[in-house]
C-alpha cells in the first residue's frame, strides 16, 4: 500500500552522517516496493544542507538526490528554520522549494510516515 512519507533532515551536513543517510533511507522508501510518495525537508540545522553552495558529493549526496529525482521524491527546506539561521532564499539549491513553517508542520501532519534524521 503505497504511503506519504516525509524524511525530515534536521542536523547539520559537516561531520555527521545523517544528511546523507537520511537521503538514502529516502531513495529507498520512494524506489521501495510500493513506491512511496516521499518528501524530504531540509528543517533546523538541516537547512545548511539545502544550500546551493554545499559540496553534495564531498557529502555522499547526489547520487542519492539523482535517485530520489527519478522515483518523484520533492525537496523542501522550512522557511522558518531558515530564518533563525540567517539563511536567505538566494542561497538554496534550484531543486529545493522553501516552504513556510506552517506548510512543513502541515505537510508532517498529513504525513502517513516520518523519518527524522
Not at 503505497?2 to 524524511?7: E, F, L, N
Not at 528543517?43 to 554545499?54: F, H, K, L, M, P
Request: charged share 30%.
Amino acid at each position: 500500500m503505497k504511503r506519504d512519507v516525509v524524511v525530515m533532515l534536521t542536523r547539520a551536513p559537516y561531520g555527521r552522517v545523517h544528511v546523507p543517510e537520511g537521503l538514502r533511507a529516502a531513495r529507498g522508501v520512494a524506489a521501495g516496493f510500493d513506491r512511496h510518495d516521499v518528501s524530504v525537508v531540509f528543517t533546523q540545522d538541516g537547512v545548511y544542507a539545502a544550500r546551493e553552495a554545499i559540496d553534495r558529493d564531498a557529502l555522499n549526496m547526489a547520487g542519492h538526490l539523482a535517485d530520489l529525482d527519478a522515483e518523484d521524491g520533492d525537496l523542501f527546506v522550512d522557511a522558518a528554520s531558515m530564518r533563525k539561521r540567517d539563511v536567505t532564499g538566494d542561497e538554496i539549491a534550484p531543486d529545493v522549494s522553501v516552504r513556510s513553517g506552517e506548510e512543513v508542520a502541515s505537510m508532517i501532519e498529513r504525513a502517513d510516515h516520518t523519518l527524522d534524521f
